[in-house]
């Protein structure tokens, strides 16, 4: 069941993505070859604790740490840990942010020095991809519609879409109704409607689509071993568009009513 969002939880969520967005320019800051994945989800960490939230994660179906980590051919849900990120890798960073019993939820792949062309075309085209996505969650579109406008991007520029995970609605749960997968399915899924709010996020693998879980029981990795990309906001559909709640931009609240 879809659960639509009021003006207060929409404002709840958009403190909480706040907070998450402020995060996410400390990792840009501190970023860099040398660091390790447990040093990150520590400044991560007590970003958030003083700001009255906490890590969404730490603890979510056992989920050991505050945040994800995902270097190179990992894909997702990567533990932070002893890993020394170096230059020419990319790093996936998920964060999610609880503040008053909601959550916000949003992702974004760094690169480190200088990369590889093919891994900084995949990088790009998997931000672009997300941005293609949120355009399109619109009311009266369905979600197949945001699907279509990720898949579209992704294998248009020769890239896989992975199958196994998909975006989610989310609330006071971190994963709730809707399921918003990354490809076209035969049923287009929910028509999108006023105050539903959403994580969008494509995974986007260089070759291929298939990927398998790491004997950790989280770290998600692509099959083939070659990189993967993945970029997530929340936001909510409003009348007037979709509205980022995890980004810096400012929000006219007229809209939301
Ligand atoms: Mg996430
Ligand atoms: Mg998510």
Redesign the pocket.
């Given at each position: 069941m879809v659960i639509l969002k009021t003006k207060e939880e929409i404002a709840t969520i958009r403190e909480a993505g706040k907070i998450l967005y402020g995060a996410m320019q400390l990792v840009e800051e501190k970023i860099q070859p040398g660091i390790t994945t447990e040093e990150i989800d520590l400044i991560v960490e007590n970003y958030i604790i003083e700001h009255d939230a906490t890590p969404s994660f730490k603890g979510f179906q056992g989920f050991p740490r505050s945040i994800c980590t995902s270097v190179g051919s990992q894909v997702v849900h990567g533990i932070p840990g002893d890993r020394v990120l170096k230059a020419g890798e990319i790093v996936s960073i998920?964060i999610?942010v609880n503040k008053n019993g909601y959550h916000s939820?949003?992702?974004k792949t760094f690169v480190l020095g200088d990369v590889d062309d093919e891994v900084r075309r995949l990088v790009d085209v998997t931000e672009k991809a997300l941005y293609l996505g949120i355009a399109e969650a619109t009311v009266g579109n369905n979600i197949g519609d945001i699907s279509r406008a990720i898949q579209t991007h992704a294998e248009s520029n020769g890239f896989a879409v992975v199958r196994q995970l998909v975006?989610?609605g989310?609330g006071r749960s971190?994963?709730e109704d809707p399921k918003v997968p990354n490809f076209v399915e035969r049923d287009p899924g929910p028509e999108l409607e006023k105050g539903m709010v959403l994580?969008i996020?494509p995974m986007i693998n260089m070759e291929e689509v298939d990927v398998l879980t790491e004997q950790d029981g989280w770290t998600i990795v692509t099959k083939d071993g070659k990189p993967s990309a993945h970029f997530?906001h929340?936001i909510v559909i409003l009348e007037t568009g979709p509205k980022i709640l995890t980004n810096g931009t400012s929000i006219n609240w007229e809209d939301i009513i």
């Open positions: 998920d999610g939820d949003s992702a975006g989610h989310l971190l994963h994580a996020e997530e929340t």
